[in-house]
T-cell receptor, first 117, second 114 residues
Framework: AQSVTQPDIHITVSEGASLELRCNYSYGATPYLFWYVQSPGQGLQLLLKYFSGDTLVQGIKGFEAEFKRSQSSFNLRKPSVQWRHAAEYFC???????????????FGRGTSLIVHP | NAGVTQTPKFRVLKTGQSMTLLCAQDMNHEYMYWYRQDPGMGLRLIHYSVGEGTTAKGEVPDGYNVSRLKKQNFLLGLESAAPSQTSVYFCASATGGEGPYEQYFGPGTRLTVT
């Protein structure tokens, strides 16, 4: 069965430190890949997406992610984290070619980022 | 553009009561979704729609019904609320078709069933 794994439930970093959030997927083909952020009490917001082409993609708020086909990974990175980045981060995939032409995004369970001053 | 809006923002129900959650989008999106979010469970898909007049079941559809009579609206109904339906509910929309597939989310509805 298709799945998206975010192995870290919580990550704690100090303000100013770099960040990498992991995401792995299990599909035969390359899916469309997304990272979303959810601030406390809010809905999800798209940070960045990968469809094809350059495997290093830039998103909003200074985030970037790298697609590695050999590792089935799409890890999110931020060079310097601030307290305002404390939030829940979700990785999601869309697998093309589903019957009927529709698609259902599959989400990881999320990683909660805690930022210490 | 307002994007995706949800009504109401908060609601408390007694077991057995019914209610309808309204989701509206002004982006002319074909696809709409209802999710529930519970601690440690991530987002779970309840129902979705790929166009006006169509609906389909997601991962956790039991106890919920939906309707998509107008393209811009997607309603989620609870006919007889149960405490297990206490959750935060999110609506999302997406363009569908050839993409670009990213979802736009509403701010959520926090429902408590006592």
């Amino acid at each position: 069965a298709q799945s998206v794994t975010q192995p870290d439930i919580h990550i704690t970093v100090s303000e100013g430190a770099s960040l990498e959030l992991r995401c792995n997927y299990s599909y035969g083909a390359t899916p469309y890949l997304f990272w979303y952020v959810q601030s406390p009490g809010q809905g999800l917001q798209l940070l960045l997406k990968y469809f094809s082409g350059d495997t290093l993609v830039q998103g909003i708020k200074g985030f970037e992610a790298e697609f590695k086909r050999s590792q089935s990974s799409f890890n999110l990175r931020k060079p310097s984290v601030q307290w305002r980045h404390a939030a829940e981060y979700f990785c999601a995939v869309v697998l093309l070619g589903l019957p009927g032409g529709s698609y259902i995004p599959t989400f990881g369970r999320g990683t909660s980022l805690i930022v210490h001053p | 553009n307002a994007g995706v809006t949800q009504t109401p923002k908060f609601r408390v129900l007694k077991t057995g009561q019914s209610m309808t959650l309204l989701c509206a989008q002004d982006m002319n999106h074909e696809y709409m979704y209802w999710y529930r979010q519970d601690p440690g469970m991530g987002l779970r898909l309840i129902h979705y729609s790929v166009g006006e007049g169509t609906t389909a079941k997601g991962e956790v559809p039991d106890g919920y019904n939906v309707s998509r009579l107008k393209k811009q609206n997607f309603l989620l109904g609870l006919e007889s609320a149960a405490p297990s339906q206490t959750s935060v509910y999110f609506c999302a929309s997406a363009t569908g078709g050839e993409g670009p597939y990213e979802q736009y989310f509403g701010p959520g509805t926090r429902l408590t069933v006592t």
